[in-house]
Structure formats: C-alpha cells, structure tokens
C-alpha cells in the first residue's frame, strides 16, 4: 500500500495559479434551481446548502470588519 501525502493549502494555491482551473472555479456560493418544477440542483461545492448557509450566515459579520 502506498500513502500520498499533500499539504492541502498547497495544492488549493496550485489549483488557483494553474491557468487551466482558475477561470473556471466558482468562488461565491449560488443556488441552482432545475425546470418548472423549482426544484434546486447541486453541482459542485459552492451550489451546496452548506456554502449557502456559511454564505448568508457569515456574511453580514465580514462585511463589518
């Protein structure tokens, strides 16, 4: 068995300089709603309930700072 070991903070760094990934990240959390019906779709992190959540929770507070 084989262990890969990354610095996580590291590797979010590469993905934000690397040309390829960073115009196509998301950086602000949105929320997306499929058809008709309204009924919301996840795609990747930033359209989860848990950014939401942080998003408009959090934000009143650092817009203070």
């Avoid at 070991?5 to 993905?15: N, S, T, Y």
């Amino acid at each position: 068995m084989t262990l890969y070991w990354r610095d996580g903070l590291q590797v979010v760094a590469h993905l934000f300089v690397n040309p390829v990934f960073a115009n196509c990240m998301e950086t602000t959390p949105y929320q997306l709603f499929d058809g008709e019906e309204n009924i919301r779709a996840y795609s990747e992190f930033m359209s989860a309930e848990f950014a939401w959540e942080y998003h408009v929770r959090f934000s009143p507070l650092i817009s203070k700072i």
